[in-house]
Structures are given as C-alpha cells and as structure tokens.
C-alpha cells in the first residue's frame, strides 16, 4: 500500500521558481522509480523527471532539463522536483508517481507506474 500526496504548487510569473513536494506514506521500498508527470488541457500526460531510488540515477525530459531538478530525500519518503526559469508552456497539472517493477525501459511512460498522486496546479504567467 502506497499513498502519494502532492502539495507546492500555485502561480508565478514567467522566469521564477516552485519547489513541489511529494510526501509518501507505506512501504516506500517497494517504489523502485518515483516520477513526476504533467498534463495542460487538451494534452496527453507527459513524463517530466524520474529517478532510481537504488542509485539516484536522474532522467528529464529535454523540455525541462536544464531548468528542473529531481530528488528523493535518504528515507525516500519525500520527492521533490525544484522548477526554474519557469516559461508559460510549464503551465499544468503535476503529478507524482511511483512504479515497483524492477526494470522500467520507458523510464517517462506512465503506462507501468502502479501508484499516482491527486496532482498540484503550476501556472505561469
């Protein structure tokens, strides 16, 4: 059993800054991959970060890299994706997601991640 809440989003002008959070709650072991995910009105869902919680290894979406950050705290209870130089087109739902399979070969697919959070509002103007 794994729960994901979201929470850190909200509005800033275009160049700023959010910092979102996700808390989860569980067996958060058994989370081998925690991403975050987008989605704008009328779009398909978008993987934006992932990270292996064995390694730390980090994967962004070329959209984003450069300006987002992802990370998972010691006791991978809490993910975090820090969001800079923010441009309108960031503007979407987010949501955090964790997958428990060992492997994931389409690391921003959302098709293979069991769990998923309510999602937090980014809007930039």
């Known amino acids: 059993h794994v729960q994901l809440v979201e929470s850190g989003g909200g509005s800033v002008q275009a160049g700023g800054s959010l910092r979102l959070s996700c808390v989860v709650s569980?067996?958060?072991?058994?989370?081998?991959?925690m991403a975050w995910f987008r989605q704008a009105p009328g779009k398909q869902r978008e993987g934006v970060a992932v990270?292996?919680?064995?390694?730390?290894?980090?994967t962004y979406a070329q959209s984003v890299k450069g300006r987002f950050t992802i990370s998972l705290s010691d006791a991978k209870n809490t993910l975090y994706l820090q969001m800079d130089s923010l441009k309108p087109e960031d503007t979407a739902m987010y949501y955090c997601?964790?997958?428990?399979?060992?492997?994931?070969?389409?690391?921003?697919?959302?098709?293979?991640?069991?769990?998923w959070g309510q999602g937090t509002q980014v809007t930039v103007s």
């Open positions: 569980g067996n958060t072991y058994s989370n081998n991959y």
């Open positions: 990270i292996e919680a064995a390694d730390g290894t980090k």
């Open positions: 997601a964790a997958a428990t399979a060992r492997r994931l070969y389409s690391l921003l697919s959302p098709s293979r991640y069991n769990y």
